[in-house]
């Protein structure tokens, strides 16, 4: 029962369900973000020009590993339905499933990054990139060129990364993230260790700067991926023989996942172009506005952990049919991530000159622009722009969690390639506001999204309570 007064949705087992799921989600999918922020903020202490090749390097891998994301999501909502009725020992099946499409994947998606990657950057650097007026920018050809390297390393370890998310997926909905966090975290030391090497030149090794960051993120995500997969063998009911499922499930299991896929290109597809338009810019605009959307993206990570959590508890729900738990995890989804918001909001505005020192040496100037200062004055506008973040990302979570699949891709791709690359485009390059544009252009679409996802949530969720009492 929820206190006098109180909404039905903020009952304080319910609270305490979220946090329990939520923490260690959050916790874990945040080590994903780290290594990022790690390899960023080590590239910052010793070769800060170098941002731009490892940004850029997302645009292909961003979109393969957003579409492989999702499409295997489909493997925690439906492990997370038959737990919810008891039926854990028939989970097997529906990992086994997602692991022979995470093993396809990760097969084709290296293929077509690691040889599409040099005719891709010299296409958007050398034909289509329009003229800058930036004094010391490098040559187009040798952007290009340096981009496909990184983007060719990065691409050996997608791979691993396919079946390491699978497992993960999995042992989420089984209510055992506990493992994923231990093991993620332990990725992230050893990726710590592997920068220093590789860029820092520790230990005596010859420092490679973007390209070295490239080998630690994906030495690291092989190490990781075997970890994961032995505990999933160990610890769950993986391998063991199960039931045949009912008719259209593996349909059913995809179709969630397709519409989450086609989402993730247009979020990830969308944030990763405007690193291009930054580039085309300036380098120095593309690490202003880069470390200001890491900073975004390290934030968002809390939001997964609340959307990932909602999306299992709105899962189990579906599954037993119940539309009032269904309407009650949603809306306390919501209100944890507007909480969250306002609180990681908080933090960047109080600290955002410390932040930025971290990010980069304090001396580190590119382009004329002494950077850590430039990247402190965007964090105001990115600790706005992530609470939408976070809004979109829970309540499109909660609305594939009852399979509702293609609204939320729609919105997705009209808030990300409708309106935020436009805005950037105008407001960064063809107004000349530079960083300042981008971080602007990327809020509003940011806004979008999440305005629209969040109404969408509540009409759904509406609409499913008045057709149970009718």
């Given at each position: 029962m929820?206190r006098?007064?109180?909404p ?10 979220l946090?329990r799921?939520s ?9 994903m ?7 960023a903020?080590?590239?910052g202490q010793?070769a ?17 590993l957003?579409?492989?994301?999702g ?10 339905e038959?737990?919810g ?11 086994r499933r997602?692991l ?7 097969v084709v998606l290296t293929?077509l ?5 040099e005719?891709l ?16 920018k490098l040559?187009?050809e ?5 981009t ?5 390393i990065?691409s ?8 390491s998310?699978?497992c993960?997926?999995?042992?989420e ?8 966090t ?6 992230v030391?050893?990726n710590l260790?592997?920068?220093l ?5 520790w230990w ?6 973007a ?13 990781l ?9 160990v ?5 063991r023989?199960s039931v045949?499922?009912p008719?259209?499930e ?19 597809g969308?944030?990763n172009m405007t690193y ?5 810019i300036?380098l ?6 880069g ?5 975004v993206?390290?934030?968002?990570m809390?939001y997964?952990?609340?959307?990932s959590a909602?999306s299992v508890?709105?899962?189990e729900?579906?599954g ?11 809306r306390?989804?919501v209100?944890a991530?507007i909480i969250?918001?306002i609180i ?8 955002h000159g410390?932040?930025?020192r971290?990010?980069?040496r304090?001396?580190a100037v590119?382009?004329?622009?002494v950077l850590?200062p ?5 964090l ?5 722009a992530?609470i939408f973040?976070g809004?979109?990302a829970t309540?499109?979570?909660?609305l ?5 699949v293609?609204?939320?891709g729609?919105?997705h791709?009209?808030?990300f ?5 436009p ?9 000349g506001?530079g ?5 602007e252009?990327a809020?509003?679409g ?12 509540e ?8 057709k149970?009492?009718a």
């Open positions: 929820a006098a007064g109180w039905a949705w903020a009952r304080a087992s319910d609270i305490s369900d946090l799921l923490v260690p989600i959050a916790i874990s999918r945040m080590s973000m780290l290594m990022g922020i790690t390899d903020i080590v590239l010793y800060p020009g170098e941002l731009p090749f490892i940004l850029n390097s997302w645009l292909p891998m961003g979109v393969s957003g579409f492989g994301m499409l295997l999501l489909g493997t925690q909502v439906l492990t997370s038959l737990l009725i008891g039926h854990k020992a028939e989970t097997g099946r529906i990992f997602g022979w499409v995470a093993l396809g994947l990760g293929a990054v690691f040889y599409g990657a005719p950057f010299h296409w958007i650097f050398v034909t289509i990139a329009p003229v800058s007026d930036a004094a010391d040559a187009p040798f952007i290009a060129t340096e496909a390297k990184v983007t060719r990065l050996s370890g997608l791979l691993a990364f396919m079946v998310q699978v993960s997926f999995y042992l909905a089984l209510r055992r993230p506990l493992l994923v231990v093991v993620m975290y332990v990725g030391v050893i260790v592997l920068d090497a590789f860029v820092g030149g005596g090794v010859t420092p490679m700067g390209e070295g960051v490239a080998w630690a993120t994906t030495g690291s995500r092989w190490l991926t075997i970890a994961m997969f032995i505990l999933v063998v610890m769950t009911p993986a391998f023989k045949a499922g008719l259209g593996a349909r059913r299991q995809f179709n969630v996942g397709i519409g989450t896929a086609i989402s993730n290109v247009a979020e990830w969308g944030f291009i338009i930054a580039t085309w300036s120095a605009a593309n690490s202003i506005y470390y200001a959307i890491q900073i993206g390290l934030c968002f809390f997964l952990g609340i959307g909602t508890r709105v899962a729900a579906f037993r049919g119940n539309a009032d738990q269904i309407r009650n995890a949603s306390l989804g209100a991530t969250m918001g990681l909001g908080i933090i960047l505005v109080l600290f410390p932040i930025s971290i990010l980069v304090p001396d590119l382009n004329g622009i850590a430039a990247i402190a004055s965007l105001f506008l990115a600790a706005a992530s973040d809004l979109q309540a499109s979570m909660a594939r969690a009852q399979e509702i293609w609204s939320p729609i919105i791709i009209g808030s390639f409708i309106v935020m690359i805005a950037c485009y105008m407001l960064g390059l063809v107004a506001r960083a300042q544009g981008m971080m252009g809020f509003i940011m806004a979008v999204a999440g305005v629209s996802q969040t109404l969408l949530l009409f759904k969720t509406a609409r499913l309570q008045s149970r009492a």
